[in-house]
Structures are given as structure tokens and as C-alpha cells.
């Protein structure tokens, strides 16, 4: 299921940090979170976000996961749910 997160975005009156381009990541979006400080983050699925990558690039699963988790600090994982919440 991929959230609408421009509709949510409006709706909450927040601007949200999304991965480009959005055609690529935005079905891989699973949920929108508010952290204990207010924050809300999109949450992506972190095995849909690296196939994407992996398509998109041409990369590997290792090199594309780690791009990911390095470069995408304004989003969130599946697997971080937990730590976060």
C-alpha cells in the first residue's frame, strides 16, 4: 500500500522528506510516523527501497542497501519502526 504523502503532508500542514525521484521511490513508501519530538517521517520499505535502487542504477543488493541506509537520514525503514517509535 503506498501512503499519499503530498495528501498527508496537506492534511497535517507538515513538508515531509521524501526520496527522489519519487516515480521510482514513492510505491515503496509504507507509512508516515510522528516521533516523540513531533517529527513526521515517511517510512519506506527498506527491501522495495533497494530493488528500486538496484533497477534504477544497475547495483548490486549490497552496494544499493548501503547507499540507502547512508544517504537517506531524513527518511526511515521498515526495520527502524522500532528503535524509533
Given amino acids: 500500500m503506498t501512503i499519499d504523502v503530498d495528501a498527508y503532508a496537506d492534511d497535517h500542514e507538515v513538508d515531509l522528506y521524501v526520496l527522489e525521484p519519487r516515480l521510482v ?33 544497475g547495483w548490486a543488493r549490497d552496494e544499493s542497501k548501503e547507499w540507502l541506509l547512508f544517504n537517506a537520514e531524513q527518511v526511515m525503514f521498515d526495520y527502524q519502526l522500532q528503535e524509533k517509535t
Avoid at 25 to 42: K, T
Avoid at 44 to 53: C, F, I, Q
Fill in 25 to 57: 521511490y514513492d510505491p515503496c513508501i509504507i507509512d508516515v510516523v510522528v516521533l516523540g519530538s513531533g517529527e513526521h517521517v515517511v517510512v519506506y520499505d527498506l527491501n522495495k527501497s533497494v530493488g528500486a535502487l538496484m533497477l534504477e542504477q
